[in-house]
């Protein structure tokens, strides 16, 4: 599995935390995961590790990172954006936030590539927009290198 597919993966189970209130701290979880048009994926402990420290960073700072998708949704009330764009961002915000091994442009790439295949026409730009808002009001300039 790669890290695009890693980073697909949590993506998916944000969002099924959000819509079914599953445990992501449960091993049973990342199993199904594991499992992509019932076909088994090789995952390797790397990308477990970033599984398992992401959705428990991105359950953990939720209210963090609502505050802040709220803040830059200009427009925009937490509760009217859509659930897929919702699990996009704060998978995104947290990476960008948290995961110094990640390059905050890679962040914002791969989650606007996430938002074309999942979601509707404008999130694309919507999402890029509010991660480009972030990086640039909101990280440290030593992040951005």
């Known amino acids: 599995m ?12 944000v969002y099924q935390q959000m819509i079914n209130e599953v445990d992501l701290e449960d091993e049973s979880t990342l199993e199904l995961a594991m499992f992509r048009d019932k076909k088994e994926v090789k995952i390797t402990e790397k990308d477990q590790a970033y599984l398992r420290e992401v959705l428990a960073g991105v359950e953990e700072q939720k209210k963090f ?3 802040i998708i709220e803040r830059l949704s200009v427009g925009w009330q937490l509760k009217r954006i859509p659930f897929v764009d919702l699990a996009i961002l704060r998978l995104a915000i947290f990476e960008m936030k948290f995961k110094e091994d990640i390059p905050v ?4 790439n791969e989650s606007v590539e996430l938002s074309k295949k999942y979601c509707g026409d404008a999130s694309a730009s919507a999402i890029n927009g509010i991660l480009g808002n972030f990086a640039r009001k909101e990280l440290s300039a030593e992040r951005l290198k």
């Open 2 to 13: 790669s890290r695009r597919d890693a980073r697909e993966t949590a993506m998916k189970l």
């Open 65 to 67: 990172l609502d505050e």
């Open 105 to 108: 442009s890679v962040a914002i």
